[in-house]
């Protein structure tokens, strides 16, 4: 139960597998209140509960839809505190082969479902003047050197990127931003699509074999746990347990796999900076 931070109300999209039918069980068992959102309601399998709601919700509705749910979700409990942007899909193709029509089947979920959701919730948010949207990123936003994930990967950087602007726009109205970071987590479906095979290009042969028969390799061996990485969210929105004393992260990595991508990231970047850094400043105009 919760220590000392007040019940707030989470509204939680992609809630019918994965990470965010855990986080709807680990809110619920702090005491708070969670407003469950998924493609089909029926498929919400968690007990039942007087603090948990359930509510139809594709983020690709559009945004005058998701509006109205999310007014509708503000009426329940009289408020909303906490967005969390968790649906999401990963379409894996080769760049050329799945081209700009699969980029942006990939981006109609992950980027402008997610900033359709938010911006609906916002007006409730800004209204109290406090509040936190997550977005579950992922880690491969930084790792981006996979074949095959470049949809994906461009689609959670685009996420990341949005976090963080938002982090600052929406300051002003003390409403925080929480970008979560998970790397390899044995959830149930986001492994699942098949491979993106409807315009093959020969040369890619080679490579679309190897990528299709890695990437069939990943399920079920991720060494992420789930309900560990849910809870360390839950105590990171809430203040507590993990987040206990800890000042506010926009970033939360989790795993340790993410640790090292994000780390060697950050490495190419600088040693870029230094192994170019006089070229790079010697572009002003002369003064
Ligand atoms: N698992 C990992 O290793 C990992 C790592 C990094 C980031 N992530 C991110 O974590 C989030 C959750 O993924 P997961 O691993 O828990 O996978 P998952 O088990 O496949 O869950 C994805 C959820 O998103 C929902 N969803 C998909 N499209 C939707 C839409 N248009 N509207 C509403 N809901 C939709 C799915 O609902 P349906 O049942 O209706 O399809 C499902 O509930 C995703 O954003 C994913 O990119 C996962």
């Not at 060494?223 to 839950?234: H, Q, W, Y």
Request: charge should be neutral; include cysteine.
């Amino acid at each position: 139960m919760a220590e000392e931070a007040s019940p707030k109300v989470w509204f939680i999209t992609g809630c019918s597998s994965g990470f965010g039918r855990r986080l709807v069980s680990s809110a619920l068992a702090r005491g708070d209140r969670v407003i469950a959102t998924a493609r089909k309601v029926e498929d919400i399998k968690v007990a039942p509960s007087p603090n948990l709601r359930v509510l139809q919700l594709d983020v690709t509705a559009g945004f005058e839809i998701l509006k109205a749910k999310l007014d509708e979700a503000a009426k329940i409990w009289g408020q909303i505190d906490v967005v969390v942007n968790n649906a999401g899909v990963g379409y894996p193709a080769l760049l050329e082969e799945g081209g700009s029509s699969l980029l942006e089947k990939q981006f109609r979920t992950n980027v402008f479902g997610l900033l359709d959701v938010t911006n609906a919730a916002l007006p409730h948010l800004r209204a109290s003047k406090s509040g936190t949207v997550v977005i579950v990123g992922s880690r491969s936003a930084y790792r981006t050197e996979i074949p095959g994930l470049g949809p994906y990967s461009a689609s959670k950087a685009a996420a990341h990127t949005i976090g963080e602007t938002l982090s600052v726009e929406l300051a002003p109205f003390s409403i925080k931003v929480l970008i979560v970071a998970p790397g390899a987590f044995r959830t149930e479906g986001i492994y699942g699509q098949t491979f993106f095979t409807s315009n093959p290009i020969p040369a890619y042969d080679d490579l679309r074999e190897i990528t299709i028969q890695r990437f069939s390799s990943v399920a079920g061996s991720q060494k992420g746990d789930p309900d560990k990485a849910m809870e360390v969210v839950v105590d990171v929105v809430r203040g507590e347990g993990k987040a206990k004393g800890r000042p506010w992260p926009l970033y939360l990595a989790l795993g340790d796999d993410a640790d090292a991508n994000i780390r060697q990231r950050s490495m190419n970047l600088l040693k870029h900076m230094d192994q170019w850094g006089d070229v790079i400043k010697s572009v002003n105009f002369d003064e």
